[in-house]
T-cell receptor, first 112, second 111 residues
Framework: NAGVTQTPKFQVLKTGQSMTLQCAQD?????MYWYRQDPGMGLRLIYY???????DKGEVPNGYNVSRLNKREFSLRLESAAPSQTSVYFC???????????FGPGTRLTVT | KQEVTQIPAALSVPEGENLVLNCSFT??????LQWFRQDPGKGLTSLLL?????REQTSGRLNASLDKSSGRSTLYIAASQPGDSATYLC??????????FGAGTILRVKS
């Protein structure tokens, strides 16, 4: 039981490049989330998916798109990376009754 | 808009000391509150979750309290150890399954 896994662990992009961050969970959770964490700030919600086939914007969705590929997988895409998107990205999952959220190890992204 | 504040931003204590981390939130309409631990360069580990109807939760040397009416929660760590050194994050769930996080308290326990 791996929990929540994320790939890649590290990535460096040039401004304007695109990439997709992958997230998968094996806990049969319905809900999945993408957060970003910047220095001196708490985690901020980018997008979430309450269930397979649905996605909703969070607090900071601009510049990102998401895909809930199936119940296990939730990807985050940067279409045209900007230096302001340099951050650590965390994926999380939970059951819909809103108990604990379980987090992946994070992806450290630098945009130059 | 729900906002979460954690005080202090950083704390350094000698080993063995009991300590309290504080979390405050602006809107008392929450479903639950969760405390996390984050080690440098790592993800978040859930420590305790307190439902809105509860007053406290305990796990080992950790005790978290919740006072919804005043918008406050505390995390009490007893007999601190160097292994407790980490960043502690507080998060509230205002609706659905979304979490709103504080910026965290960086704890250093000196041996």
């Amino acid at each position: 039981n791996a929990g929540v896994t994320q790939t890649p662990k590290f990535q460096v992009l040039k401004t304007g490049q695109s990439m997709t961050l992958q997230c998968a969970q094996d806990m049969n959770h319905n809900s999945m989330y993408w957060y970003r964490q910047d220095p001196g700030m708490g985690l901020r919600l980018i997008y979430y998916s309450a269930s397979e086939g649905t996605t909703d914007k969070g607090e900071v969705p601009n510049g990102y798109n998401v895909s809930r590929l199936n119940k296990r997988e939730f990807s985050l895409r940067l279409e045209s990376a900007a230096p302001s998107q340099t951050s650590v990205y965390f994926c999380a999952s939970s059951v819909p009754s809103g108990t604990e959220q379980y987090f992946g190890p994070g992806t450290r992204l630098t945009v130059t | 808009k729900q906002e979460v504040t954690q005080i202090p931003a950083a704390l350094s204590v000698p080993e063995g000391e009991n300590l309290v981390l504080n979390c405050s939130f602006t809107d008392s309409a929450i479903y639950n509150l969760q405390w996390f631990r984050q080690d440098p360069g790592k993800g978040l580990t859930s420590l305790l979750l307190i439902q809105s109807s509860q007053r406290e939760q305990t796990s080992g040397r950790l005790n978290a309290s919740l006072d919804k009416s005043s918008g406050r929660s505390t995390l009490y760590i007893a007999a601190s150890q160097p292994g407790d050194s980490a960043t502690y994050l507080c998060a509230v769930r205002p609706d659905g399954n979304k979490l709103v996080f504080g910026a965290g308290t960086i704890l250093r326990v000196k041996s």
